[in-house]
Nanobody, 126 residues
């Protein structure tokens, strides 16, 4: 059974940092494309970072240079380190998994990912 559990969100001031975590079971990192999406109120869900099965990464322009996606194979955990946070980063963040051998890609298609975490809220105040 595949399970993804997101955590690490919170409320921070602009310029602050957060590290999101996603504990994964039932999916192999080395055989999956992993990603972080976000959805702000009234907006569509958008992919912000992806991690390919071979460890390559891609980022949306909106977070490039401020965010890092990574994984810990021993802890079966996916991370998203977010620095220099801005009010426009406020959203619900979701991790997602797509089993199979894939390079990291951007933009990401929500429909390509069959497995999702429950989401963790990030709120950035000015």
């Amino acid at each position: 059974q595949v399970r993804l559990v997101d955590s690490g969100g919170g409320s921070v001031q602009a310029g602050g940092s957060l590290r999101l975590s996603c504990v994964i079971s039932g999916v192999s990192f080395s055989r999956s494309l992993m990603a972080w999406f976000r959805q702000a109120p009234g907006k569509e869900r958008e992919g912000v970072a992806s991690l390919g099965s071979r460890g390559d990464t891609k980022y949306a322009d909106s977070v490039k240079g401020r965010s890092t996606i990574s994984r810990d194979n021993a802890r079966t955990t996916l991370y998203l380190q977010m620095d220099s946070l801005r009010p426009e980063d406020t959203a619900m963040y979701y991790c997602a998994a797509r089993p199979g051998y894939f390079w990291a890609t951007m933009p990401l298609r929500e429909a390509d990912f069959p497995y999702w975490g429950q989401g963790t809220q990030v709120t950035v105040s000015s």
